[in-house]
């Protein structure tokens, strides 16, 4: 599906799959100017189709354009853009637990010359692809590489915007995470707070049950962080965002005042963390049962198992 602008978004339209073809001198190409989203469609037990929050994957995307100098495209257009994909693909929304469409809306600028400005050229598509589990044999704690050479975003950069140019500044870490016998790597600011994984936000749970999660301009605002938070607040938990530095959080598990960490995202939905590693010290964290048990309540409303109390949901198929 594509939208092209010249000064407005046209028609979508839909083409088989296939390759782009694009001008050697497209401005993406040369300048990253390049936004993404990540969400995913659900088949509820009646058969139908629906994804979770669209509205606000929408709004994202309308933040990370204005960060990246891209036109803004309407939020109906993106919830249109989601149903018509369904229309016709529809029959690829696969059931069964875990499975799903995973729906990869992307922009970047087209329009072909040699020079840093916007692009007045600009395309967005949307492509999908049928997502299986991401645990295999269940949820598995994941260890943890702390990155001290590199960092993801800085302050005033694109931290906040899901960009491509991010996740390129976060492929060496990762490599870096995977010879170091880790799953994932967490990045730092410049003081030394935590920020969040390559694709997951962080999360902290304390022994009296407030929950601390970094807040920064220079991270992605999760939807799934989001969620989970207002979950835990309805059970009573006391919700806090401020910074938490590294000293804050080897402390807080050493004392026992953390009681429990997780990752969160789209893909994963939510992962305990088991292990932090640096380069010269390994912290086993502690295991609790909050981030299972809100993760259980939040693909329980996913899939249409649940009721959804704050109308998370919008339906795709009708
Ligand atoms: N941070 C980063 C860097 C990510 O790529 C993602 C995945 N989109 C997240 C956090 C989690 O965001 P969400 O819950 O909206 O998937």
Redesign the pocket.
């Known amino acids: 599906i594509c939208w092209s602008v010249r000064g407005g978004w046209h028609r979508p339209r839909v083409s088989p799959y296939g390759p782009i073809s694009l001008d050697p001198a497209a401005a993406v190409l040369h300048y990253g100017q390049e936004i993404f989203e ?1 969400i995913k469609a659900y088949r509820h037990a009646d058969g139908s189709v629906h994804t979770f929050r669209p509205d606000q ?1 929408g709004r994202r995307l309308q933040r990370s354009a204005r960060r990246l100098a891209l036109p803004e495209l309407p939020v109906p257009y993106f919830l249109q853009s989601l149903k018509e994909l369904i229309a016709v693909d529809g029959a690829w929304v696969p059931s069964g637990e875990d499975q799903s469409l995973y729906l990869r809306p992307f922009m970047f600028a087209k329009e072909a010359f040699l020079g840093v400005r916007p692009a007045h050229k600009v395309a967005y598509y949307l492509i999908a692809s049928p997502a299986g589990a991401y645990f295999k044999g269940g949820v598995k704690p994941v260890s943890i590489w702390l990155s001290e050479d590199y960092s993801r975003a800085g302050k005033g950069g694109t931290g906040a915007a ?1 960009t491509g140019g ?2 390129a500044a976060s492929l060496l870490p990762q490599s870096e995470a995977y010879e170091n016998e880790c799953d994932q790597v967490v990045f730092l600011d410049q003081d030394r707070n935590v920020e ?6 962080v999360v902290f749970v304390y022994k009296d049950g407030t929950i601390v999660t970094p807040q920064s301009d220079s ?2 605002e ?4 989001d969620s989970l938070l207002q979950l835990a607040r309805d059970r009573g938990h006391h919700v806090v965002g401020r910074n938490v530095s590294l000293d804050e959080w080897r402390q807080g598990v050493a004392s026992g005042d953390i009681v429990e960490v997780f990752a ?4 994963a939905v939510v992962t305990p963390i088991g292990v932090l590693k640096g380069r010269d010290f390994i912290d086993e964290q502690p295991t609790g049962t909050l981030a299972l048990e809100l993760r259980e309540e939040l693909t329980n409303i996913q899939y249409g198992r649940a009721e959804d109390k704050h109308g998370w949901l919008y339906r795709l198929d009708a």
């Open positions: 990540g994957n899901k991010n996740y969040e994984l390559g694709g997951m936000n991270i992605l999760g939807i799934t962080r969160c995202g789209t893909a």
